[in-house]
């Protein structure tokens, strides 16, 4: 199937603050290092990874809320990064996002009509009462009733408020949602009903989401692909039933270690890393995560490894699966 959304080469440099007295550069922290992705219509593509190891920030540059350094962006063919102004406003239309705080996330000032209409409003679409109707309808699909309209954020529980942000990033019939950790901030017995509602409209209408989070209980659930994030860098992409099934890189032996395995009464063997993530201002040579590995050899320490497609579709890097120039 042809991608929706095909990003190559990301990176995103934020600056560390000024040069101390003995440095010629300003530092800068290396949040995005070279990131490919792709996503599908109606495929999740889920990112995992500690905090810190660049998945939100690859969101928000595949929507431009951040500007990228480097890298092409194209959504349905187009290069997101060369489109005029007004052509990138267009196609900004079938491009949303649904944040983790459903809470912060929406202006307690406003009524729910006025936040859900709010994408409408921006872009020109239909009269008042067109919109009101729209707003009516989201409400609706996403298990509220239109009279909550009239009502202000405050006077919902979290899993209504996310409701509400929803129903926002429907309303302009987007093709693509970038979930950025969406029910993290919801209670546990919550947090199925937002998913099973996510996973209905994806149905429904081909959405495809890019769904950022850390939990991976949750990305077995929603994803089809998962692309492991450590330090800036994707180090394992494999169909989520494969990388569950055997993950290749140790990096992702070790995040999936920690999940249980549903049906299984036998325990998994706990592979616990040493050491904190390095600095994203000064990531270890060659392999990133050659600090915390236990297979690391002085090879790692040398040669950054690839992303190289192996076995069953995959993308792994790491030496000791795609050895040093196998490609
Ligand atoms: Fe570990 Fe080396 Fe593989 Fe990196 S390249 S994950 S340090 S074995």
């Given at each position: 199937m042809s991608a929706l959304l095909q990003a190559t080469g990301l990176v995103k440099h934020f600056p560390a603050g000024k040069p101390g007295l003995f440095e010629r550069a300003p530092q800068v922290v290396?949040?995005?290092?070279g990131v490919d992705l792709s996503v599908a219509p109606g495929e999740t593509l889920a990112l995992v990874g500690?905090?810190?190891?660049g998945k939100s920030t690859t969101g928000r540059l595949i929507l431009r809320l951040i500007e990228p350094d480097a890298g092409t962006i194209l959504f349905q063919g187009r290069d997101l990064r060369r489109e005029p102004p007004a052509r990138l406003r267009e196609l900004r239309r079938d491009m949303q996002i649904i944040f983790q705080d459903p809470f912060g996330s929406l202006?307690?000032?406003?009524?729910v009509g006025r936040i859900v209409a709010e994408p409408l409003v921006v872009h020109g679409v239909g009269t008042t009462a067109e919109r009101a109707r729209r707003v009516a309808q989201l409400l609706e699909r996403v298990?509220?009733?239109?009279?909550?309209?009239?009502?202000?954020?405050?006077?919902?529980s979290g899993g209504q408020r996310q409701r509400i942000g929803i129903a926002r990033a429907l309303a302009l019939d987007p093709k693509l949602i970038v979930c950025d950790?969406?029910?993290?901030?919801?209670d546990v017995s919550i947090q199925a009903q937002v998913l099973n509602l996510m996973l209905d409209l994806q149905r429904e209408r081909g959405l495809g989401y890019i769904f950022i989070s850390h939990n991976l209980a949750v990305v077995r659930y929603m994803a089809n692909r998962i692309a492991v994030m450590y330090l800036g860098k994707i180090v394992e992409e494999a169909a989520r039933d494969d990388l569950f099934a055997a993950p290749q890189h140790p990096y992702t032996k070790a995040l999936l270690s920690a999940v249980p395995e549903p049906g299984s009464a036998r325990a998994k063997q706990r592979i616990v890393l040493t050491g904190?993530?390095?600095?994203a201002i000064d990531p270890p040579s060659g392999c990133r995560f050659r600090t915390r590995?236990?297979?690391?050899?002085e090879t790692c320490a040398r040669l950054e490894p690839a992303l190289t497609p192996v076995a069953d579709g995959r993308n792994v890097a790491c030496h000791l699966v795609t050895p040093p120039g196998h490609a």
């Open positions: 290396r949040a995005v290092d500690e905090s810190g190891c202006d307690p000032r406003m009524t298990g509220l009733a239109p009279a909550h309209a009239a009502r202000h954020p405050h006077e919902f950790e969406p029910v993290s901030a919801l904190d993530v390095p600095s590995c236990p297979h690391a050899t």
